[in-house]
């Protein structure tokens, strides 16, 4: 308990009471505030699907030099809901580290418990330079609103051409649990291809598509999913 209570004060005391500090010399130091939304046709995140139908996902962003920080959520229009908290440091040579706040409101938010808990925080360690991109995530908690079992771990390689993109992502924990027969294993659980693209609506204002087709080689389900961007 009191290594989460460490984590999870770090990333509320990072985002709430330095980005204030920021706010105030912005424009003299050069940071920013960014905010948009995405709708998407269903959301499917790391291979699997959360909630059903449309999803609208708005988010807040902070820049101030290496140092980004935000807030994301989903939520679609049959009760499903969620809103993360993030903070990441862009490195030297294409490398990040960060730490993500999972949080569903359907459940107390105060509620860290390992029993009932409705947040699983998970740092993160990304790679990202020739149209490569890696990630490494770890999931430091056991919390049972949110499913996370502590120790859950995700990888995933992306490689972009121009407006394609290929991905491979296994996982276990959260990512591969079959709660019906108890199953937790390292597994592959998110491969597909991905296209964006703009759609031009006047010589100043486009809006970005993107288009993905997805496999869960573990669940056996295959996904097509669109959307777009509102910035």
């Known amino acids: 308990m009191k290594k989460l209570n460490i984590c ?41 699907q959360y909630g059903s139908g449309p999803s609208v996902q708005p988010t807040v962003k902070f820049s101030k030099g290496i140092f980004s920080a935000g807030g994301w959520g989903s939520f679609d229009f049959n009760g499903y809901r969620e809103a993360d908290l993030w903070f990441s440091l862009a490195l030297p040579a294409g490398f990040s580290a960060g730490m993500t706040d999972y949080y569903f409101p359907a459940y107390d938010y105060f509620d860290y418990s390992d029993t009932t808990g409705s947040h699983a925080f ?40 121009k407006s394609l993109y290929m991905f491979l992502g296994a996982g276990d924990g959260w990512h591969s649990l079959n709660t019906s027969a108890g199953k937790d294993r390292f597994t592959i659980c998110n491969l597909g291809v991905g296209v964006t693209h703009e759609i031009k609506i006047t010589d100043k204002f486009s809006i970005p598509v993107n288009g993905q087709l997805i496999l869960n080689p573990d669940t056996e389900k295959l996904f097509v999913v669109a959307g777009f961007t509102l910035q």
């Open 8 to 48: 999870r004060l770090t990333l509320l005391l990072t985002i709430i009471f330095i980005c204030p500090g920021f706010v105030r010399s912005q424009e003299k130091e050069g940071s920013s505030f960014t905010a948009g939304a995405d709708l998407y046709s269903s959301y499917i995140w790391r291979g699997t």
């Open 122 to 161: 998970e740092v993160n360690l990304g790679f990202s330079k020739w149209g490569l991109t890696l990630s490494a995530n770890y999931i430091i908690n056991k919390a049972g609103n949110a499913g996370s079992l502590g120790g859950d771990k995700y990888f995933e390689a992306k490689y972009a051409l």
